[in-house]
């Protein structure tokens, strides 16, 4: 590729970056009323990871930028057009994959203390102790993970004062099915009261125990097939990198036959990948509660 060519190219993806971020002001200013069923679910996705600061149009621009620095490096080093929008998109759909592992590796951290959670609660019934007093108590001796969004829940609770609202927040903060169904469950022993809690409680810390047991079995025999299947698919594409170091490669790359074969090799490698974990993977519990 020539100077002139690689200039344009350069300028084309600056524009379009410049383009995108004066775009997204734009929306950004706007008040929107319902949020679609595609942010709705990053923006849960984000909440899952712990991310609770970022939102789904800062993880778009995140991707964008990446994609967009991955497609310039590449085409920097190989000077070729249809090698570096392939990695530019790889490199835009990296911090989705970051987030998710995120989201996945906290949910697996949460299923493993939410039954010390119950103790807690369990404990602070048995002594007596109000609902209010026994979430916020999490704060301080509740698991490490989980003590910011408690400690957040006993602040707005004590600057309003309205139980069933903090609840509420309090479900948003953590977007977890178990805390789903610890949070209603004490909110039906608030409206409705009983002396049956403690013992709801305890039968839900037993099932708990043994569905994190059973769970991280299967999800240890599940990572061996899923590691092989990453390394499957990025084994080409790396490759592929290193062959387009050399120049006689490159050239084969810029004709149509070649940008076919990247096309349809991406394809072949995005589909077989999406089948493998369709395939393994572990039904997710759902918010049935949220």
Known sequence: MS?????????????T????????Q??????VAHTGGFTRNRNEQLRRAGLQGASSTQLLF?????GLLSAVVVLLATSTVTISICFGVFGGLLPWMLVRRLAFKRLADLRAVWPEVVDNLVSAVRA??????????????GPEVLREPFAEFAARYRS?????????????????????????????????????????????????????????????RQGWTVN???????????????????QTTLVAYDTPVGTGLLVGGGV???????????????????RVLS
């Open 128 to 141: 007596g102790l109000s609902l209010p007093e026994a979430l916020s108590g999490l704060a301080i001796r």
């Open 17 to 24: 970056g410049l383009l995108l971020i004066w775009r997204s």
């Open 268 to 286: 072949v490698c995005v589909l077989a990948y999406r089948l493998m974990l369709r395939i393994g993977r572990l039904p997710d519990e759902p």
């Open 62 to 66: 995140v991707q964008i930028a990446a």
């Open 160 to 220: 309003s004062g309205r139980f069933m609202a903090c609840l509420d927040a309090l479900k948003d903060d953590l977007a977890d099915p178990v805390a789903d169904r610890i949070i209603e469950t004490l909110r039906v022993a608030r409206e409705v009261g009983g002396t049956d809690l403690g013992r709801v409680l305890r039968t839900l810390g037993t099932f708990l125990r043994e569905d994190a047991r059973v769970r991280a079995e299967l999800e240890t």
């Open 26 to 31: 734009a929306v950004a200013a706007t008040p």
């Open 3 to 15: 100077t002139g060519g690689l200039g344009a190219v350069l300028g084309l993806l600056l524009g």
């Open 228 to 246: 092989a299947a990453r390394l499957a698919v990025a084994a080409p594409w790396a490759v592929l990198l290193l062959l387009a170091t050399q």
